[in-house]
């Protein structure tokens, strides 16, 4: 068997699934893995797959046109889906999300309609696919959602979160387009990474290795304001009798609240 262990991104994903193809040692002796393992398999051989965008590039070309932009989406998805960690994942025997992806673009190239891949849902691995792409979908649509900006003293707006899954690449296309001419920083604290967007401009993705966390909490005046106004709102508008914990959690889990205005009574 031989392993190609690739960089766990979308082009990283991608570039494995080139090497292993152009390899030609077969499908049935290839998986890919998005991470070392901790304990080698025996009698197997590992690769090492160097991340390269213009592999990468003809892959998603080849997606594109054989399997449709639906179905690349959804793939896309799944590649920026966090991995589970820990005991629980092990005691499940997850199948790694790169090899899922690479055995689920096998599939769909051998059918007579690859836009129908993600319908085999009882093949292990096009059913961890379609899981990993829903778990992203939901998150990403959640912080569409409520994903709030505030604006910092230097005139940009800034939005931190804390999610599960690698998003930003989904806001920062969403909010390009609805922020063509704001600045705006979206930080994933949890990844050190964030979306940078320059007003008129693309967004870029850039860790954020020296950041002034100082800065991220210096607003301008009229945020400060405003802060204070909408935590006003938000408690003036409660009705004691009607209070619904229950069905609060379920809108806005608790893992999202440390990013809300109205959950952080001690911001000014």
Known sequence: MYIFVCEDSIDGIFTGI????????????????????????????YLTVETDSEKSGKVSRTLRQRLGEEIYIELCQAALAEEEQGRAARNRERMDK?????????LALSLKDSSKVLGYLGE?????????SRS??????????FLRFQEL???????????KNHVLP???????????????????AGRGQAVLHRKGKGYFL???????????????????????????????IAIEGRVNPALQMQNIPKRFRQDIVEFQPDSP
């Open 124 to 132: 292990p691995y096009v059913n961890r696919v379609f899981q990993l």
């Open 98 to 106: 790169a090899d899922a992806i690479y055995k689920t673009v096998a």
């Open 170 to 188: 989904l806001l920062g296309d969403h909010f390009s387009d609805r922020l063509p001419n704001e600045d705006f920083m979206i930080y994933d």
């Open 206 to 236: 850039t860790d954020t290795q020296g950041l002034d966390e100082g800065q991220l909490s210096r607003f301008s005046p009229q945020e400060a304001e405003y802060q204070k106004l909408w935590r006003c709102f938000f408690e003036s």
């Open 18 to 45: 080139y090497d292993a193809w152009a390899s030609r040692y077969g499908h049935k002796n290839i998986s890919l893995a998005s991470r070392w393992p901790e304990n080698y398999a025996l009698f197997c051989e």
């Open 153 to 163: 003293g230097n005139g940009v707006l800034f939005a931190r979160i804390h999610p």
């Open 136 to 145: 992203m979908g939901n998150e990403a649509h959640h912080l569409l959602g």
